[in-house]
């Protein structure tokens, strides 16, 4: 009888050990680059920003390894490459694309010889202008099709939290027979 109470006493505290887990000293780094980037409710408001792994933790991508690299500080790697594919860190961002991610990119739009010739009769600021416009909104329409996708086909891990439920929930059953 002894040894049952010691036994419910361990799994009990396993048990609500496995409710804490999520209160670890760690700083947010996503609420900090919500609160830099207007980007919540998007495909990039995920762990998976800097992390490879979706649900976090682990090793980082390209992005993740720059903003470690560069005091934590999401100004500070705008206008780097991280993934060196061509475009900078806060153009992906903008264009909702994952700047540690060099397959995800914002969508390039070809210039017909018509419309080339029309910017040509442009000034050079409205051309840029226009083109970095035009790329952010094809890639945000992009984007948010491609989201709605994403998320009715992401599956995620219960968690250990989970498991540690279950697993005290039998040891209680055990118990009380």
Do not use: W
Not at 65 to 89: P, W
């Amino acid at each position: 009888m002894k040894y049952k109470l010691v036994l419910g006493l361990i799994l009990l505290t396993i048990l609500l050990g496995s409710f804490t887990t999520s209160s670890l000293a760690r700083p947010n780094y996503m609420a900090s680059f919500l609160e830099q980037y207007d980007v919540r409710d998007t495909r990039l408001a995920t762990c998976d920003m800097c992390h490879i792994n979706p649900n976090g933790g682990g090793a980082r991508d390209s992005y993740g390894l720059a903003y470690a690299e560069n005091g934590k500080d999401f100004l500070a790697i705008e206008e780097l490459d991280s993934d060196d594919d061509g475009f900078t860190n806060i153009e992906e961002i903008n264009a909702l694309t994952f700047p540690g991610d060099s397959d995800d990119y914002p969508e390039i739009i070809e210039v017909t010889e018509t419309e080339g010739a029309e910017a040509a009769n442009s000034s050079a600021d409205e051309e840029s202008e226009t083109d970095t416009t035009a790329n952010t909104e094809t890639a945000t329409e992009t984007s948010s099709e491609s989201d709605v996708e994403d998320s009715a086909t992401e599956v995620q891990s219960p968690g250990f939290g989970i498991i540690l439920v279950v697993f005290g929930m039998m040891a209680a059953i055990y118990i009380k027979r």
